[in-house]
């Protein structure tokens, strides 16, 4: 038979069972400690390591820390330094901003005074452009007859003696082109333009000319160009070959010429150099 517990009794029970309680709740608390330290334990190389790596971090940067520190002083002494230049560079401004308007004005002048001899010589601009341009076409032709007078100043003693019965220096100058042709043709008719009036006598004459270069130069190959502006006519000759027939000096001349009505003429020429030391046009055997 269960009997009723006494107050006294409950108490006491109510007091063990707490006691019980409390005592398995700090087992448990100590049993988590244990299992947190031994938690810890595990972590604490891997945290050492961790822990060495940023001290290992920590001094360099330390140490730039401390040459930043040094760097400082020497910096704030540029800054006051510059601080001091900056009331001076401001007064140079002011000058300058001061010297400004004269120096404005100053140019505006310069450029109206230009201004004004532009206008004065620009009346005169067209006429100085046509001068220049009537010189830029005559000068090729001035340039040729410089170039043929002193070709031809080797020959003129040679021809002088020749050419004495003739009477004059503008004969001796003028006997290589001449002569050519006196064999019974002209230089028209030797490269097939005879009988031709825009072939003209200005034409046969720079024609004569060049050949005379050629024959003087003596060099096989060489070749010079001629044109006249007038009749809108040009050409190039040709020293082919130099050789002897019949006890006379001879020469091959490639002829190619070209008229301003589209006609072209290329023909080779044989010359051959007289008795009397000019050169004609070889007759045909």
Known sequence: MWRQLTPSEQARLLGSAMVGGGVLALAIALLAIVWQVRSLQRQLPELVMRLDGTLQKVGPALRDVDAIRKLIPPILAEVK?????????????????????????????????????????????PGVLTEVKKTREALPGMLDRADKLVARASTIGKEAGKDAAEGAITGIITAPFKIIGKAGKGMADAIGLGGRTDFTA????????????????GKVGGRRIWTNKKSGNRGD?????????????????????????????????????????AWAVATQE
């Not at 510059?82 to 002048?109: G, N």
């Open 202 to 217: 200005d034409d046969q004459r720079l024609l004569g000319d060049v050949t005379t270069e050629l024959i003087q130069a």
């Open 81 to 125: 330094a510059t601080r001091e230049l900056v009331p001076s560079v401001v007064a140079e401004v002011a000058a300058v901003r001061q010297a400004l308007p004269p120096l404005v004005e100053q140019s505006a002048a310069a450029v109206n005074n230009a201004s004004g001899a532009v206008r004065a010589v620009e009346p005169h601009i």
């Open 237 to 277: 000759a040709t020293l082919l070959a130099m050789a002897e027939r019949n006890g006379q000096p001879c020469v091959t001349m490639r002829y190619h010429v070209e008229l301003k009505s589209g006609t072209v003429q290329d023909r080779d020429v044989d010359l051959c150099q007289q008795p009397d030391g």
